[in-house]
């Protein structure tokens, strides 16, 4: 049984950081690109950053700059450091990986920027 399970997310003024974590189990982690993606109810799912299994990355253009994702595959942990926060970056974020055919998504964690 795959779970991800998300923290790390809460309220913070705009231009400050928060980092999340998803904590994989139930799958080889070191072997599959992991991601992260957020929604607000009634919008579109948008993917914000991706690892694939050798390190290589991809950002959505809104995130480029001030988001970094990293992993750490001794802890089966994948992270997502953000920093210089705008309020447009509020929005639920999950985690996510396609492994046995199927993907899975972790409950989310909430990020409000906002004063």
């Known amino acids: 049984q795959v779970h991800l399970v998300e923290s790390g997310g809460g309220l913070v003024q705009p231009g400050g950081s928060l980092r999340l974590s998803c904590a994989a189990s139930?799958?080889?982690?070191?072997?599959?690109?992991m991601k992260w993606y957020r929604q607000v109810t009634g919008k579109e799912r948008e993917l914000v950053a991706s690892?694939?299994?050798?390190?290589?990355?991809e950002y959505a253009d809104s995130v480029k700059g001030r988001f970094t994702i990293t992993r750490n595959n001794e802890r089966n942990t994948l992270y997502l450091q953000m920093n210089n926060l705008e309020p447009e970056d509020t929005d639920n974020y999950y985690c996510?990986?396609?492994?046995?055919?199927?993907?899975?998504w972790g409950q989310g964690t909430q990020v409000t920027v906002s004063l």
């Open positions: 139930g799958i080889n982690f070191r072997l599959y690109a």
């Open positions: 690892m694939d299994s050798s390190g290589n990355t």
């Open positions: 996510n990986v396609r492994a046995y055919g199927k993907e899975f």
